[in-house]
């Protein structure tokens, strides 16, 4: 297949490194009640006020989800005007936006095991690139179509938490949600081959439990490398009958979390900052490192934060992290704070999780917003500690 990428879809497209996001799940909960989280966050109400705010940090780029199951209530007909309003607001303000097709939820009659599925994903990506290049022919146009894969496939087809609520049918779900993906990505680059396209799948690290046995070496290794199957579905190196291609890899997008290293077949999480590290834990620039040798394209942290009091030592490692992974040569080009704004659980809609650099006030409607101080100090440090590599981040070869 001839390249679909030119020179001038090459470069490294976002207006800043350090980026907001707005969690914007859309999804079947695990007691199949819908939930919208952007009216629910009060971003919708509140938008001219949130990227007001995001200016004191330099952060110009941001990402945003169109709502898949509110755009299309009825097979094939589509309602942009919620996403044409933050559309506007975005260029009001010079945010840039990068948009989520599917983020969590579909509409009520489809889910990933339906036969139409990925027609009419890609049916929704054609719109959605008509729609936006009727409004801006000219500017970039950066799109995820589908978030976090791996994780979506594990919670609807094996932990029974979201639509289609199966079990022992992750790989199928897999298969199903890449193979929209796919055909929403084609179809996509047939009306527009500059369009960049943005994966965004959690990065983690499994490990045996100690002492090991060789059985359960070889699962913890398995379970490690079973992470990268949905971005080595969109290149074709699994599952080629899906339509995967190299040419499909673009930007690759990795959501990293307190919680994303573990010991395989347990639920015990590796501890990020304990006095005495255990031997297993990974630092963040060597998965980082990892995820680049294996594709050699440009990395972006496309989600990442802590809830509660240690916000502020988890983004000066970060900012750490980063520095170091753009020292040892990786083309890395954007963090994420995800969510910016704080957000509750999915399933239980309170307590609302404190992970976001500003807190709700949740004594007003919609949430009013409180910015947490410690954790703004110690981004604008984690800033100061990259700010000198970015230069170098230019440079650096994909």
């Known amino acids: 297949m001839p390249s679909t990428l030119s020179v001038s879809t090459t470069g490294n497209p976002f207006r ?78 010079g945010i840039q936006q990068v ?47 589908i978030n976090e894969v791996s994780f979506m496939s594990w919670l609807g087809g094996d932990a029974r938490g979201t639509s289609p609520y199966c079990t022992k049918q992750g790989w199928e779900v897999k298969r199903g949600l890449m193979r929209g993906y796919i055909e929403c990505v084609a179809a996509m680059r047939e009306i527009d081959p500059s369009i960049r396209i943005l994966t965004t799948e959690p990065l983690v690290h499994i490990v045996p439990p100690l002492p090991a046995t060789k059985a359960e070496r070889d699962r913890a290794a398995e379970g490690h490398n079973n992470q990268f199957q949905s971005v080595d579905m969109l290149a074709g190196r699994i599952s080629p009958e899906l339509g995967g291609s190299p040419e499909f890899l673009d930007i690759l997008g990795f959501n990293y979390y307190y919680n994303n290293q573990w010991i395989s077949g347990t639920h015990t999480f ?34 990442t934060s802590h809830p509660g009091i240690d916000r502020p030592q988890w983004i000066r490692m970060i900012g750490q992290e980063c520095a170091a992974a753009l020292l040892a040569g990786v083309p890395l080009w954007g963090v994420c704070l995800y969510p910016i704004v704080d957000r509750p659980d999915w399933d239980h809609l309170t307590p609302w999780h404190k992970s976001g650099l500003w807190d709700a006030d949740l004594s007003t409607t919609p949430p009013g917003r409180v910015l947490y101080q410690p954790y703004a100090d110690a981004l604008l440090q984690a800033q100061a500690e990259v700010a000198p590599l970015l230069p170098v981040a230019e440079q650096l070869l994909i």
């Open 16 to 93: 800043s490194f350090w980026w907001a996001g707005y969690e914007c799940t859309d999804q079947l909960n695990a007691f199949g009640n819908r939930v919208d989280f952007l009216p629910l966050t009060g971003h919708l109400q509140l938008i001219q006020q949130d990227y007001e705010d995001l200016k004191q940090f330099d952060l110009r780029t941001v990402r945003e989800g169109i709502r898949w199951s509110q755009v299309e209530k009825t097979a094939y007909q589509y309602d942009w005007r919620t996403v044409e309003s933050m559309l506007a607001e975005g260029h009001r303000q």
């Open 270 to 303: 590796l501890g990020w900052a304990d006095a005495v590290p255990d031997p297993r834990w990974v630092p963040l620039r060597k998965l980082l490192i990892e995820a680049h040798d294996r594709y050699k394209r440009p990395i972006a942290l496309t989600e």
């Open 99 to 145: 948009w989520d097709l599917c983020h969590f939820g579909y509409p009520d009659d489809l889910t990933p095991l339906h036969p139409m599925f990925a027609r009419r994903f890609a049916a929704l990506g054609r719109a959605f690139v008509r729609f936006y290049r009727d409004l801006y022919p000219d500017e970039p146009l950066i799109v995820t179509p």
